[in-house]
């Protein structure tokens, strides 16, 4: 549930934040690099990092197809990440209906097919031809490599295979017959096979394609998984699998004390009161941070603290599963009458499945 390491925020479009991979820039720079090595000089070396970033900039907006579609459904969505095979946009939760999964998943390639019209009109009236020709002037070359990246972009998207959206396109038409869970099982049996041939074919012509085949491979396992999950939590209420045991502190408590408390009773995770009523949850790394700003007389108000995800008693897992992916820096702590009553994290919610005999499960959620 946390956010990939190196990984940086960009930028804000219509309150969804772009992030980009470390991974991303590297490829910016190998691609530079190339172009250099390759005598090509500074004019083809811009045009060729040119394309990629407005590739990336469509893949953007393939993205935010995605997300407004969501959006409409009531589903927000967490961020946009940019990776050098492109990019996916963190939906909060899967949409409830089949049909709105289906709209969100080809709303993207949809983007790809209109911007690839408009590209082949504008070289149309320009006299030119969809053929690659290095003679043609810069405006025309660009149009032409980008009316091709369009189409391939769509096909490529509408593979059957997740994460890919033709994966799940496919899992939301499956879904209108069949229970979700099995229609996530065949989706993401076909993506691993994919996934296989993708590695086949890399291995013994473009090693791009094992990267894709990874990917594709280890994106389909996650989402079986997480459906998994997902159905055997269904109906199970919070309180049947919170942590009990629980200590806490206050605002006012020294840090030094929590700190004790935690080396005590061997709790990782205090939930902070004030004044009945649950502010937060202290960590180890918070009394460390806390008592190297403000000294051994630090207070645990001296101390950042993690948000508190408020879940009642008798809420259902699944949903709880929801809340936590959609808060992931939050820790789910259950309250009753705004106070404490036990803790809930993701382990924890895997560690029930798997102890209960409800399906197993291999997934950090």
Known sequence: MSRPRWAWNIGTIVGIPIRIHATLILLLGWIAFAHWLGGLGPSATIVGVLLVAIVFAIIVVHELGHALMARRFGVHT??????????????????????????????????NVVLAGLLWAGI?????????????????????????????????????????????????????????????????????????????????????????????????????????LR???AGVPARAAMLRRI?????????????????ATGSALLPVVEQ???????????????????GPEASVADAPVHEVLALAPNEPLDRVLDRLQ?????????????APVGILTPDQLVSYVALHGRGEVATSA
Request: no cysteine.
């Open 78 to 111: 967490r961020d946009i990440l940019l990776l050098p095979i492109g990019g996916i946009a963190s939906l909060e939760r899967i949409p409830d209906r089949p049909a709105q999964e289906l709209a969100i998943a080809v709303v993207g390639p949809a983007i």
């Open 276 to 294: 009945g009523r649950t502010v937060g949850v202290l960590t180890p790394e918070d009394v460390r941070t806390g008592l190297d700003r403000a």
């Open 124 to 228: 149309q009236l320009a006299g030119g031809s969809l053929t690659v020709n290095p003679s043609d002037p810069l405006g025309m070359a660009l149009a032409v490599r980008l009316f091709w990246i369009n189409l391939v972009l769509a096909g490529f998207n509408l593979l059957p295979a997740f994460p890919l959206d033709g994966g799940r396109a496919l899992r939301a038409l499956l879904a209108l017959w069949l229970p979700r869970e099995t229609a996530t099982q065949i989706a993401a049996g076909l993506g691993k096979a994919l996934a296989a041939v993708f590695a086949v074919i890399g291995l013994l012509y473009n090693p791009w394609l094992v990267l894709i085949a990874v990917v594709v491979w280890f994106g389909a396992r996650h989402e079986a998984d997480l459906v998994r």
């Open 326 to 338: 959609a808060a992931p820096g939050a820790i789910g702590v259950v309250v009753d009458h705004e």
């Open 247 to 263: 200590e806490t502190v206050t605002v006012d408590d020294s840090l030094e004390s929590a700190a004790s408390v935690m080396t």
């Open 231 to 233: 159905s055997s939590l």
